[in-house]
Each structure stands twice: as C-alpha cells, then as structure tokens.
T-cell receptor, first 107, second 114 residues
Framework: GQNIDQPTEMTATEGAIVQINCTYQ??????LFWYQQHAGEAPTFLSY????GLEEKGRFSSFLSRSKGYSYLLLKELQMKDSASYLC????????FGTGTKLQVIP | DTGVSQDPRHKITKRGQNVTFRCDPI?????LYWYRQTLGQGPEFLTY????????KSRLLSDRFSAERPKGSFSTLEIQRTEQGDSAMYLC????????????FGPGTRLTVT
C-alpha cells in the first residue's frame, strides 16, 4: 500500500541480531510504526518514530530517516518467540501498512 | 480483561447476506479504528472515529460498508450484500488522543463468505 516496501521473509539464528528494513514514499509523512504479529493473532505495537534517529526499547530498536524515506527495526539477542511477522506502517492522516516481513528464528 | 474486544470472533455467511460486527475499545480510549486484513497482507485501513465522529474513511471502501459509533464507546461495522471478496479478518484498534500513535488491536473477527 502506497509503496511501503519490506522484505517478504527473513531467517536468523537464535541469539543473533537481525535488521528489518522498510522504505516508503515521503509525501504526507507524519510518523512510522512497527508492529509485531504472530500467526493468527492481532498486531501488537512495538514502536513509533516521528523524528530522525534511533529509539531503543529493550531488545528492540527502531531507526528513522525522514529525508530518505527509510526505517529499520533492529532485534537483538533473538529468541525463538520472536518468530513472527513485522509490519511497517506509515501515518499520513490514516495509517497504511506494508505487507510485513515474516521472520523465522532458527536454533 | 481491559483490552479491545470484538464480537463475534468468527462469522460464516452466505453471499448476499448482511453482517454486523462489534468492537468494544479500551474504556478511556476516544479513538477507534477499523482495518481489514487478508492472508499474507498487512492490515488495510477502513475508517476511524474520534469519539462519535467518523473522521476518516478509506477512499477504497465500498458503499456496502458502514460503521457507526453512536455514543463514542463501542462501534459496529456493517457489510451489506456480502461478496466472497469480503472474506478477511476485520480488526478493530483503539488509542487515546494524547497518545494516538499507540494503537491497541482487538483479536479480530474472521469473516468467511461462501
């Protein structure tokens, strides 16, 4: 939707670090969300970036560059329970979601 | 449980029938959102309310869809003359105006149109 691009799938090893990228069209941008969604469940809020830079929240960090239309979600010390889809969403007036990145964490 | 609740959790209906879903937001949240999600896709915005006022509605939303929030608390989403393409998970989310970025999602209503 509205050119929000994320990789479709990623695989990473337990204990490692993974970076999930998201690019978007910058017009009308007000902020960017990251959500986690386990299969068959509703999305849960991870972060919201309005200003450029890195915001850290425990094992998860989110970065935003408004001029480049670019964000990433960084997950550290991966755990098996982190296997889920990670959704990037852009707030203009309404919120538009990308199709999500399905992350598989392997032992 | 003080989270967002939705009812029913599952609905199977025949093409052409009308269906109505209900969403009860977190009690102190004045903003309420409806989304639709199909398999392998992210949620698609449908509409949003602030209190009882419907402030945004997706331009892609068919006229068969209507939503209400008459008292600024619970909301209903009605789909008239359902089509097979309406089969999806319908998600409701709520947020507080002072922290409108943090949307809390309900468990969803899964609609299957046969």
């Amino acid at each position: 939707g509205q050119n929000i691009d994320q990789p479709t799938e990623m695989t990473a090893t337990e204990g490692a670090i993974v970076q999930i990228n998201c690019t978007y069209q910058t017009s009308g941008f007000n902020g960017l969300f990251w959500y986690q969604q386990h299969a068959g469940e509703a999305p849960t809020f991870l972060s919201y970036n309005v200003l450029d830079g890195l915001e850290e929240k425990g094992r998860f960090s989110s970065f935003l560059s408004r001029s480049k239309g670019y964000s990433y979600l960084l997950l550290k010390e991966l755990q098996m329970k982190d296997s889920a889809s990670y959704l990037c969403a852009v707030k203009r007036p309404e919120v538009t979601f990308g199709t999500g990145t399905k992350l598989q964490v392997i032992p | 449980d003080t989270g967002v609740s939705q009812d029913p959790r599952h609905k199977i209906t025949k093409r052409g029938q009308n269906v109505t879903f209900r969403c009860d937001p977190i009690s102190e949240h004045n903003r309420l959102y409806w989304y639709r999600q199909t398999l392998g896709q992210g949620p698609e915005f449908l509409t949003y309310f602030q209190n009882e006022a419907q402030l945004e509605k997706s331009r892609l939303l068919s006229d068969r869809f209507s939503a209400e929030r008459p008292k600024g608390s619970f909301s209903t989403l009605e789909i008239q003359r359902t089509e097979q393409g309406d089969s999806a998970m319908y998600l409701c989310a709520s947020s507080h105006q002072t922290a409108n970025y943090e949307q809390y999602f309900g468990p969803g209503t899964r609609l299957t149109v046969t």
